[in-house]
């Protein structure tokens, strides 16, 4: 199923919606306008944006049951809930002038998701909706454009009434050894390996694999642990029930230029984040305006921002978000959770407790 599909499954109402960014792309957003029990109030419900993260869709936010879908789990709290997905994944292939086979349509980073799809997504939820102001949840990648994005762009972050950020990342020297491995590979094996374009798209193979062989107690299990070895796995946490769902599910594709940025920041010793370096001073003063590209700084981040954040997490590691907490001004809250890693932020069956019933009350007390 796609996720219009997946959501109307559940019996909820569905609907979607095609943005085009500055530079092209054509974004795939879909929206829960309701919950299944407060469909007759005709009052402006307030809105909350789902942001999803690395090689992920839209759908990882309602692929739990609806009682431990964050997506779900709003729409009946009484919210009007948008779910985004980046360019180059599954859901968001297509461009205006260029087709997904061609090299160029693949020559963009997170730098792009903050600059054109953050802005095209939100300033039309807010147009559509008619809500001046939304509240933004973004997990790992989602956390990560929302935070350049919003220190950057003013205008963009005054619509912003508040940014939970789950599993935050930003500063990645702590990465987890498994993960700096695979991404400390070379950037020229990379480029043999996937030519240039794509990384891991959602393919037939993914959807065989998660619906027939992975849907079995022990083959949950292996198959599991191999899909989530980059991100971290507890069986004891998640619904097992669900393994052919995930994995039918993800991953979802991305750019090989997207990985090799965050190979870039991985190296970076300074413990910063830059935009993506093209290796030449002409092709970053293209893109960058400048030889050396361009730091970004959480310093103007005027968002009121609270953080979850999981001890055990590989990619976003306690370390970093340790470092990254003193750069964000307006922090008005931070939960460390011992036993999360990567992926509970999203398909944990604590989840909803440790996390989701803490933003509905953040939310109801600073609307």
Request: net charge negative; aromatic share 18%.
């Given at each position: 199923m796609n996720v219009s599909q997946i959501i109307s499954y559940w019996g909820y109402p569905n609907e979607e919606y095609q943005v085009v960014t500055e530079d092209g792309f054509i974004l795939g957003i879909n929206r829960i306008p309701h919950g299944k029990k407060n469909s007759n109030s005709s009052a402006p419900r307030p809105v909350v944006f789902l942001q999803h993260g690395l090689l992920t869709s839209a759908s990882g936010w309602i692929s739990n049951l609806p009682n431990n879908?964050?997506?779900?789990?709003?729409?009946?709290?009484?919210?009007?809930?948008?779910?985004?997905?980046?360019?180059?994944?599954?859901?968001?292939?297509?461009?205006?002038?260029?087709?997904?086979?061609?090299?160029?349509?693949?020559?963009?980073?997170?730098?792009?998701?903050?600059?054109?799809?953050?802005?095209?997504?939100?300033?039309?939820?807010?147009?559509?909706s008619g809500q001046e102001h939304i509240h933004y949840v973004g997990h790992s990648q989602g956390t990560l454009s929302a935070f350049i994005a919003f220190s950057s762009i003013p205008e963009l972050a005054q619509k912003i009434k508040n940014f939970f950020a789950l599993a935050p990342v930003i500063y990645m020297k702590y990465i987890n050894r498994l993960a700096s491995l695979i991404l400390r590979i070379s950037s020229k094996l990379y480029k043999i390996i996937f030519g240039k374009q794509e990384v891991l798209p959602q393919t037939i193979f993914n959807r065989i694999a998660g619906t027939t062989l992975c849907n079995h107690y022990i083959m949950d299990i292996i198959c599991s642990k191999i899909n989530f070895a980059l991100f971290g796995f507890d069986p004891q946490s998640l619904n097992l029930s669900c393994t052919d769902v995930y994995l039918s599910q993800s991953p979802a594709g991305s750019s090989l230029q997207n990985i090799l940025h965050y190979i870039q920041a991985i190296r970076d010793v300074r413990k910063v984040l830059r935009a993506y370096d093209y290796g030449n001073h002409t092709q970053n003063m293209k893109h960058s305006e400048q030889p050396i590209p361009p730091q970004y700084s959480m310093k103007t981040l005027n968002v009121r921002t609270a953080v979850w954040y999981g001890l055990q997490d590989n990619l976003a590691d306690p370390l970093d978000v340790q470092f990254l907490l003193p750069d964000i001004p307006n922090l008005i809250y931070v939960k460390s959770l011992p036993l999360y890693n990567h992926i509970d932020f999203l398909f944990g069956c604590k989840a909803p407790w440790d996390i989701y019933y803490e933003i509905i009350d953040i939310i109801r007390n600073n609307p």
């Open positions: 879908s964050l997506a779900f789990i709003l729409a009946d709290a009484g919210y009007d809930v948008w779910m985004g997905n980046n360019r180059g994944n599954i859901f968001s292939r297509k461009h205006l002038y260029l087709p997904p086979d061609s090299k160029e349509f693949w020559e963009f980073s997170f730098d792009e998701m903050a600059k054109y799809d953050l802005p095209a997504s939100i300033n039309f939820i807010v147009k559509k």
